[in-house]
């Protein structure tokens, strides 16, 4: 046997050496081998909060990692949003995107991330409507009687949300531009905070998630007037919509969707994709859609991305009607 190799025979015998002196270990471990972090740009015990917690108890079981929700609350999500943006795109940590992540660009002027590239779409979760609740002790019990006293008391009533530019908040900007009354807006950081008002009386009302207010609907601590999607709950099936009870071509609803940071390789957002919509057969989160009228719509990265970019479309134009820009 001859004893002259050529160049790449040396090559291919010395690559074949270290692979057997590597024990043939792979280039890269397997997703994920540590936890995930899922931030929630709200405060603690919010609907945001209560789907995120539910829906990263599933997904844990299915990745075989802990998924851990990280609230980090305030300017209306950019914060939680923010960190998120400049994370490694590992696939490690996610956002739990809403309303707020189509509305903010058209919202901020200097908004501190590029929405469209700085996100890589995971999964739409669901969405639901919003729910129109008032303190029961005030004097309305209909739409009908909350525009009335509206109209005789212009500027008189407060609407809460969970944050400019969330869902609550351009719900009630839409609704004061369809009806034409005078309502005050009152921002908080997050939707627990501005629940515990609302029943202690400091504001009057709120547009607000299905998941934040089912509990205290039911117990009598808030009065429901109607829901403000384009037809009824099957969470709240007396409920009327907002346009049947007054006010002609109102529809808002609410979303969860989850992004990772852009780049994140294809393969860890097919992994995260696909344990998404295992999650959201779980038990616990199948009690959950039953109980706030959730409509689970998990599909490809690209359904998410379509979805977000239609909202941002139709809800830009509120905000330049009710001149919400913000520096």
């Known amino acids: 046997m001859s004893a002259f190799f050529t160049l790449p025979r040396l090559l291919t015998l010395g690559l074949a050496a270290a692979a057997v002196s590597l024990g043939g270990a792979p280039a890269h471990a397997a997703f994920p081998e540590r936890p995930v972090t899922l931030v929630v740009p709200f405060a603690p015990g919010g609907g945001t909060d209560n789907i995120a917690r539910t829906l990263a108890e599933g997904m844990g079981q299915d990745l075989g990692q802990t998924v851990i929700v990280e609230n980090r609350p305030g300017a209306g999500t950019v914060i939680g949003t923010q960190f998120v943006a400049r994370s490694e795109p590992d696939g490690y940590t996610l956002v739990m ?59 008189k009533l407060n609407y809460g949300s969970f944050g400019n530019g969330t869902s609550a908040h351009l719900a009630g900007e839409l609704f004061k531009n369809l009806a034409k009354v005078d309502l005050v807006h009152v921002p908080y950081k997050g939707s627990a905070p501005a629940m515990t008002d609302l029943m202690g009386g400091q504001i009057q009302l709120m547009f607000t998630t299905v998941a ?28 009327p919509t907002v346009a049947e009870a007054g006010v002609p071509g109102y529809q808002a609803e609410s979303w969860y969707g989850l992004y990772a940071p852009a780049n994140t390789p294809q393969a860890v957002v097919q992994r995260l994709n696909a344990s998404v919509a295992k999650a959201v057969q779980s038990p616990a989160f199948q009690q959950r859609v039953a109980d706030e009228g959730l409509m689970v719509d998990v599909g490809a990265p690209e359904q998410l991305a379509r979805y977000v970019d239609a909202e941002q479309k139709r809800w830009s134009q509120v905000v330049r009607d009710a001149h919400l820009q913000q520096n």
Request: proline share 9%.
């Open 212 to 239: 934040s207010v089912a509990s205290h609907i039911k117990s009598g601590k808030l009065r429901a007037l109607a829901v403000t999607s384009a037809e009824r709950s099957k969470a709240f099936p007396d409920l």
């Open 97 to 155: 995107a809403t309303f707020a992540h189509a509305v903010n660009p058209s919202l901020y002027k200097n908004l501190p991330f590029d929405t469209q590239r700085a996100f890589t779409p995971v999964a739409l979760v669901a969405h639901s409507p919003n729910v129109l609740v008032v303190n029961p002790e005030e004097p309305f019990h209909s739409v009908k009687e909350l525009l009335d006293y509206a109209r005789a008391n212009p500027g």
